[in-house]
DNA sequence: AGCACA
């Protein structure tokens, strides 16, 4: 039983096809962006592809960290079943070749005359330009410690932005199940107490959310409240 | 089960 080789990137099956395209891409890269450097989502929701995705890696051990521990992960209440992606993804082909041109069958958009027949000699693709993986997720660590490392069904979070709501954290939060209560703290900025019903549940949204970037420059450190 | 990317 040969399974399929190694690959920067995992192909995912089993979602939950009904959760939103878009909310599947952040919960994929919410999830997986513990285990390296994320340079894609790709989800698609065509009758042949729905309930799969691909989370495409920088590099291979980052995607073999991924497969085995997220392996069998309930994600929106359906077990991923993981593999390698059977073939390289363009923003590994772009990290290495600049002037890798997509797919041929993707002039499906209006081709518009614009250098239809141009073959050779292609634009030369400044230093500057936009290239395919430009759409690079990653974190710089955040200047906070974590704290409580002892599993508690209250999630302490830090290095919110100042003006980070209540609201806007339980619109995040909310889909790991067992949400119960956010509390924001007066005269705190930057810190909030996330309560589940259990201790699985909150390791759970801790593990999806850790490091989620809630803007450009404040990634959540998700650690568990004290006990006591 | 099913392997895409504009």
């Known amino acids: 039983m040969a399974d399929i080789l ?6 995912i099956k089993n979602l939950n096809s009904k959760v939103k395209k878009q909310e599947m ?5 919410a999830l997986f962006s513990a285990y390296g450097r994320i340079l894609d989502v790709v989800v698609c929701k065509t009758p042949k592809l729905r309930g799969q995705a691909w989370v495409v890696f920088n590099e291979i051990p980052a995607a ?3 497969l085995r521990h997220m392996k069998e992960f309930q994600l929106f209440d359906r077990p991923m079943v993981i593999q390698y992606a059977k073939s390289k993804s363009d923003a590994i082909i772009s990290l290495t070749d600049d002037s890798y041109a997509p797919k041929e069958k993707r002039r499906k958009t209006e ?6 027949k141009r073959k050779d000699q292609e634009q030369p ?4 330009a936009t290239p395919a993986h430009s759409h690079v997720y990653g974190a710089a660590p955040p200047p906070v410690k974590p704290g409580n490392q002892e599993p508690n069904s209250i999630l302490f979070i830090q290095n919110l932005p100042d003006e980070t709501t209540g609201p806007m954290l339980e619109m995040l939060f909310t889909r790991y199940p067992g949400l119960k209560d956010v509390r924001m703290v007066d005269g705190r900025p930057g ?5 589940y019903s259990d201790e699985g549940q909150a390791t ?7 490091s989620f970037k809630i803007t450009a420059n404040h990634a959540m450190v ?7």
């Open 6 to 11: 190694p690959n920067e990137t995992i192909y």
């Open 25 to 29: 891409k952040r919960a994929l890269h």
């Open 64 to 66: 073999t960290s991924a």
């Open 111 to 116: 081709d518009k005359g614009v250098d239809k």
């Open 125 to 128: 693709q400044a230093n500057g």
């Open 191 to 195: 810190i909030a107490f996330v309560e």
């Open 204 to 210: 759970v949204a801790l593990e999806a959310l850790q």
């Open 222 to 228: 998700i650690s568990y409240a004290k006990k006591g």
